[in-house]
């Protein structure tokens, strides 16, 4: 007796008594032909002729035709039997067969038939890794397990808020209890849902993303699976028989889906990442002379001088969040015994560093309490060769600070000056950039408790 509440002979026997229904499912209605073209045209933009494509979870065979259109090398692999022998039938009657290299019956839990780094790209659409609920970090690992360095992974997964979004009537007649239960943990269970309904994880955008960076993938793109026709359903039958506006309403519907604030409102969330390359980072020959600076004050100050590879592979917004009263610091738990780390993360293209400062604080779920009202002023500038990484600091002090739940973060608390539970290297950042860049009543505790 196991208490995993992934189930793979459960999810076996859902997609064998499915049967076509999973070949008919994106064309039954114009909303799920939108949710196609979304889902092709992120296949489209990453598979090029003659890649070996792992394509997991592939069902009766939508995306492989797409696939095999691509002139990709396809490997198809599903926990089926029925749907495999779909796939096969499906190809032969639409010609895509022999695009098809082989066909396994697998658990995308393990998959030790493919060796390491033997695909190009792995696709996983319609739900993969919701299904595994929590042996979903495992099946992660194995698809970046047979991806190449530099391959891709274009996977979507089912959405939280999507889900209430197109079936909301469905949602409200659960009882309350039961719909807390499913927002804070994104489990459809059969305590929550009844055996007969579906037994899946629902994601978050920011989950999501966090998931995959977590696991080592550079995420590309990010996208909803359709948004602006999801709940029209007579209007859209109009539209999709009008073939001008239909065109019109399909690029509309690509770019509303990567809007940010669209993200969540789709039935799936789709994403293209990328498995880094091997030493990426390391392998520059350019080096430059790196002068620290720390601004105080209105006055700047220069720290550290040291020689540093570029490109770097990142640039970060970090948060110094500290307690007037004690110089105690927002530390945040990202894993179960983890060290700790600061708030705060990569910039993203056209952002600030302060404008990123405070969207890390939004998607860490902290805000703060009187923070004094010169922070963007007290900053550090470094760098840290063990991640290739440039970082931009905002030294904030605050009264308090409340912190909700965060996927980002299993824990997060005020660390006091003398523990000592950050990662190695960044205790000392820590304090150099306190004492080099915080108000002089708060640098003086840390002085103190040297």
């Known amino acids: 007796m196991t208490d995993d509440k992934y189930d793979p002979h459960w999810v076996e026997s859902h997609f064998d008594s499915f049967g076509m229904q999973e070949w008919d499912r994106l064309v039954a209605s114009p909303s799920d032909e939108i949710s196609l073209h979304v889902h092709n045209y992120y296949l489209e933009n990453a598979i090029r002729p003659g890649m070996r494509v792992l394509e997991i979870g592939a069902g009766a065979g939508r995306f492989t035709q797409t696939l095999a259109r691509l002139e990709a090398r396809i490997t198809i692999g599903d926990l089926s039997a029925v749907q495999l022998e779909l796939n096969r039938t499906m190809g032969e009657r639409h010609g895509f067969q022999e695009a098809v290299d082989a066909y396994h019956q697998v658990d995308v839990c393990s998959m030790p038939m493919f060796e390491d780094e033997s695909f190009d790209a792995v696709v996983a659409y319609g739900g993969v890794f919701s299904y595994t609920l929590d042996r ?42 039961k719909n807390e239960m499913i927002l804070s943990t994104g489990d459809l269970l059969p305590e ?64 509303a889906c990567r809007e940010k604030h669209a993200l969540a409102m789709g039935t799936h969330l789709i994403v293209e990442a990328v498995k880094p390359l091997t030493g990426r980072g390391e392998a520059s020959p350019m080096e430059i002379d790196f002068q620290e600076v720390f601004f105080r004050d209105n006055q700047c100050f220069t720290g550290e001088r040291k020689r540093v590879q570029v490109p770097f592979s990142r640039v970060t917004a970090r948060a ?30 056209g952002e600030t560093a302060e404008q990123a400062v405070i969207r890390e604080l939004e998607e860490e779920n902290i805000r703060l309490i009187s923070a004094n009202a010169d922070w963007r002023t007290r900053v550090g500038v470094d760098s840290y060769a063990g991640y290739g990484e440039l970082s931009i600091w905002f030294v904030i002090v605050v009264e308090d600070a409340e912190v909700h739940h965060s996927y980002e973060n299993i824990i997060t608390r005020w660390v006091q000056p003398e523990e000592d539970v950050w990662y190695p290297h960044l205790r000392d950042r820590i304090r150099n950039l306190i004492l080099r860049s915080a108000p002089a009543a708060v640098s003086e505790i840390w002085q103190n408790k040297e």
């Open 136 to 177: 979903r970090d495992k099946a992660l690992a194995e698809c970046r397990r047979v991806t190449k360095p530099g391959g891709a992974l274009l996977a979507s997964v089912m959405s939280l808020w999507g889900t209430c979004h197109r079936h909301l009537p469905g949602v409200m007649v659960l009882p309350a209890k």
């Open 192 to 255: 929550t849902v009844g055996a007969e309904g579906n037994r899946m994880h629902l994601f978050r955008p920011e989950e999501l993303m966090f998931w995959l960076q977590q696991a080592g993938w550079e995420v590309m793109r990010q996208s909803a699976s359709g948004v602006l026709g999801l709940v029209w359903t007579d209007d859209l039958d109009a539209i999709r028989n009008d073939a001008k506006k239909w065109k019109a309403l399909l690029a509309m519907e690509v770019e």
């Open 320 to 349: 110094i969040v500290l307690r007037q009263k004690d110089g105690a610091i927002l530390g945040t738990q990202h894993h179960t015994d983890a060290p700790f780390a600061l708030p705060g993360g990569a910039m993203e293209d």
